[in-house]
């Protein structure tokens, strides 16, 4: 890890982050995270083509292995949440095979229209934030069949996944995470 980590929290090393270095910062950018997972009005595949693109890019081992439908349990545990009331309850949840195609996502069948253009968002805002910024085309199809809401929900979501999951790789944190019962995130 790129900062010093107790033995013991190693396990566990965001939990450690958030009560030891910059706290409110930390807990605040923890907070910005859960409520993407707890309140976003995408649909689950949606989210976690987008989510699952971006953690591609951001090379952060912890998110490329991250299973909304199988791992928000645990996560809302230790930062708050309710899974029932989260986007992991508007199913289908994705199988193998969609997280093994998203970096495919132009070619695999595996994907809907909606799907297609959640990950190239995501794709977009992570290689290239002015290409996509300034791409009428993509934004032509994107308002087209999303609402501004969802547009909102989904640019959010996205920078909430950027920034943690880069900071997370960038210090070497990525390679184990529990989700740790710590005080609950605001």
């Known amino acids: 890890m790129r900062i010093y980590m107790p033995a013991e ?12 270095y910059a706290s409110k910062i930390v807990t605040t950018g923890l907070a910005f995270s859960k409520e993407g997972y707890q309140h976003s009005k995408l649909s689950l595949r949606e989210f976690e083509g987008a ?3 971006m953690a591609e890019i951001n090379g952060c081992q912890v998110c490329r292995q991250f299973r909304a439908a199988r791992d928000l349990p645990g996560f809302f545990a230790a930062f708050g949440g309710i899974t029932s009331e989260s986007v992991a309850a508007r199913a289908p949840a994705p199988d193998d095979s969609f997280y093994e195609n ?5 070619d695999s069948p595996l994907f809907s229209e909606r799907e297609r253009l959640a990950i190239a968002y995501a794709e977009g805002l992570g290689l290239d934030p002015q290409g996509i910024a300034s791409d009428e085309a993509f934004w032509a199809k994107a308002k087209a069949i999303f609402s501004d809401d969802e547009i909102v929900d989904l640019s959010c979501c996205i920078a909430a996944w950027m920034g943690f999951g880069r900071v997370t790789h960038a210090l070497g944190m990525d390679r184990v995470c529990t989700f740790v019962p710590m005080g609950k995130v605001a």
Do not use: G, I, T
């Open 102 to 106: 998203v970096s495919n996502w132009r």
């Open 9 to 20: 929290h190693q396990a566990n090393p965001v939990a450690h982050l958030a009560e030891h």
């Open 51 to 53: 989510r699952a693109r």
